[in-house]
């Protein structure tokens, strides 16, 4: 997994919230691909896809939690070296800690657009071609899912501000990313 091991309470914590973190998805058939649609397809499978690779490699709480301790390592070194006064050395711990905090909701976010994805992807989507119904519930899980998620990185962007993301919509054209920085 990108030179990362996965621990026994990561694997724990899949199978509670339901998603891999080895970005194992199960088989898209033809079939399904076929009576999913093109967009529905590539925003299920591809886009998540995309959207796992970045909770994997940033978002993960464990490793925001190792990068914020050596940050304050580091700044408790250079204040005892006086390399950083006390008001310096406070505005940044204070500023880490926010970051991390902004960090942690994205990590939310992500685990429940990627537990979501999962559940349709196993349970919902080899089903699609049984049933139009099934193609509807996964496209309106989809966009309700999406817009939440979307709506949620704004209201971050609102508390914390800087830059958010914004995750695709099924109905956006596919020739765009899955993600966007905003």
Known sequence: MDGMEITSQDQEHCQR????????????TSLTEQALGARLTHSLYNDSHEIQAL??????????????????KTLRVKYLTSALDYKGWSNKVYIDYKKLEQNHL?????????????????????????????KEEIATTMIKLIELCNSSFQN?????GGQTFRIRLTTDSI????????
């Open 106 to 134: 994205f990590s939310e976010i992500f685990s429940l657009y990627l537990s979501t994805i999962n559940y349709l992807q196993r349970q919902k989507a080899p089903l699609a071609h049984h049933s139009d119904g099934t």
């Open 175 to 182: 020739s765009e990313p899955a993600f966007t920085m905003i």
């Open 17 to 28: 919230y339901g998603f891999l973190l080895e970005g194992m998805v199960p088989p898209l």
């Open 55 to 72: 909770f994997r490699t940033r978002y993960q709480r464990r490793l925001l939690d190792e990068k914020s301790q050596e940050y304050l």
């Open 156 to 160: 971050i962007k609102k508390e914390y």
